[in-house]
């Protein structure tokens, strides 16, 4: 089955029965030593999660924060995939770079008013392909009001946390 | 130098010397199948991203999502480190637990009132140790206070978008 045709097929079925469209993602997380990380994933990927030296750790893996990039920057990638085979729009080559900003010492609680997590994030993205510039503008544009992650960094998210503990 | 060392030496030149506290992390993204994403960060590490096949992919690695997911509950657990040590809380065993809520509904662009990311977060903190449970409640309220990932799920971050094409 195409790409096209899997897109064609989803966007049909959810349309149809909604229910069909709730999904639920998962993560585990075990701290495995003194920053190290590891993490097993719902897709059945694990990975490690790690801070460079001067946090303590021994950069076993990309940071926490460095995560949270990659996670906005597939998004963006593969949102643009997809969204160009819906609109039919020729894409040959998706790059995208980003940066963030973090003042740590929000982190570190040296200023209870500087906020800990990242104060600003600047995303480029470069396409290659046949179609005009009008035609890329548009398709940036769906892109950017469908991105689920790119969601996640530009509003809020309603989070539940539970906490237990058991005496060692 | 025992992470505390690094800890208390760190607080104290952040505290002293402000502009040392701005920190840019950066990630490159490349979409080199489908839907696979090579991901190069600035620590040194590189990763696949990649969706399942109901998706166009390979499952090669895990989904944007996922790796939201994995940025959260590895800062909580690396936050949960840094302030147990700064507040001097013993602290055995970190294990988090994530569920993430999407309605692929947004993604898809089948009802644009539905937002494409995450509609609600659920993270599950188990800790262990010998100390109280009240001083396991103050650490847990320090490390919701100063998580950076945590800060970017819960809040809004300024975004600049920046789009460039070249013709294939």
Request: with cysteine; net charge negative; glycine share 8%.
């Given at each position: 089955?195409?790409?096209?045709?899997?897109?064609?097929?989803?966007?049909?079925?959810?349309?149809?029965?909604?229910?069909?469209?709730k999904?639920?993602?998962?993560?585990?997380?075990?701290?495995?030593?003194?920053?190290?990380?590891?993490?097993?994933?719902?897709?059945?990927?694990?990975?490690?999660?790690?801070?460079?030296?001067?946090?303590?750790?021994?950069?076993?893996?990309?940071?926490?924060?460095?995560?949270?990039?990659?996670?906005?920057?597939?998004?963006?990638?593969i949102?643009?995939?997809?969204?160009?085979?819906?609109?039919?729009?020729?894409?040959d080559?998706?790059?995208?770079?980003?940066?963030?900003?973090?003042?740590?010492?929000?982190?570190?609680?040296?200023?209870?008013?500087?906020?800990?997590?990242?104060?600003?994030?600047?995303?480029?993205v470069?396409?290659?392909?046949n179609?005009?510039?009008a035609?890329?503008?548009?398709l940036?544009?769906?892109?950017?009001?469908?991105?689920?992650?790119?969601?996640?960094?530009?509003?809020?998210v309603?989070?539940?946390?539970?906490?237990t503990?058991?005496?060692?």
């Amino acid at each position: 089955m195409s790409l096209l045709d899997i897109i064609s097929t989803t966007t049909h079925a959810l349309s149809q029965n909604p229910n069909a469209a709730k999904a639920t993602f998962h993560a585990d997380h075990a701290l495995v030593g003194v920053t190290e990380v590891l993490v097993k994933v719902g897709s059945g990927h694990q990975f490690t999660v790690d801070e460079p030296a001067a946090l303590g750790g021994q950069n076993l893996g990309a940071n926490p924060v460095e995560y949270a990039l990659a996670a906005l920057g597939s998004c963006q990638a593969i949102t643009y995939r997809i969204w160009a085979t819906k609109l039919g729009i020729q894409l040959d080559k998706v790059e995208v770079s980003i940066d963030g900003d973090i003042d740590l010492r929000g982190f570190f609680g040296v200023d209870e008013k500087v906020r800990p997590g990242f104060g600003a994030i600047r995303v480029s993205v470069k396409l290659s392909g046949n179609e005009s510039q009008a035609r890329y503008a548009e398709l940036s544009d769906a892109v950017n009001a469908h991105c689920p992650v790119l969601d996640l960094f530009a509003n809020q998210v309603p989070i539940e946390h539970h906490l237990t503990f058991n005496a060692a």
